[in-house]
């Protein structure tokens, strides 16, 4: 066999290959991922050092974490910096 038909034949057989890999790969972490507990979201301090604010200026809670408000909707927006 010549090695034009072999590669020829290589590549036919790869989308095979790694199609069943792949679906086996992405209902494998699916399956995992279902099993994680979610996680907490948790405020920044740093944040209110970085910007000189208390925490309740961007949340709800004046102690900080939960809901924001909408000066901390736009500061998550503005890439976490203070808007102008």
Same mark, same amino acid.
Request: hydrophobic share 40%; glycine share 14%.
């Given at each position: 066999?010549? +090695? @034009?038909?072999? #590669?020829?034949? %290589?590549?036919? *057989? =790869?989308? !095979? %290959?790694?199609? /069943?890999?792949? !679906? %086996?790969?992405?209902? #494998?972490?699916? /399956? %995992? ?21 208390? &925490?309740? @200026? &961007?949340? !709800? +809670?004046? *102690?900080? /974490?939960?809901? +924001? =408000? *909408?000066? /901390? @909707?736009?500061?998550?927006? +503005?890439?976490?910096? !203070?808007? @102008?």
């Amino acid at each position: 066999m010549s +090695n @034009k038909r072999r #590669l020829s034949a %290589l590549i036919s *057989a =790869t989308p !095979v %290959l790694c199609g /069943g890999a792949g !679906v %086996l790969s992405a209902a #494998l972490i699916a /399956g %995992l991922v279902t099993l994680l507990p979610p996680r907490e979201a948790q405020a920044t301090p740093a944040y209110a050092s970085q910007t000189g604010l208390p &925490c309740g @200026k &961007c949340h !709800v +809670n004046p *102690a900080g /974490g939960g809901a +924001n =408000t *909408a000066f /901390g @909707k736009a500061f998550a927006a +503005n890439g976490h910096k !203070v808007p @102008k």
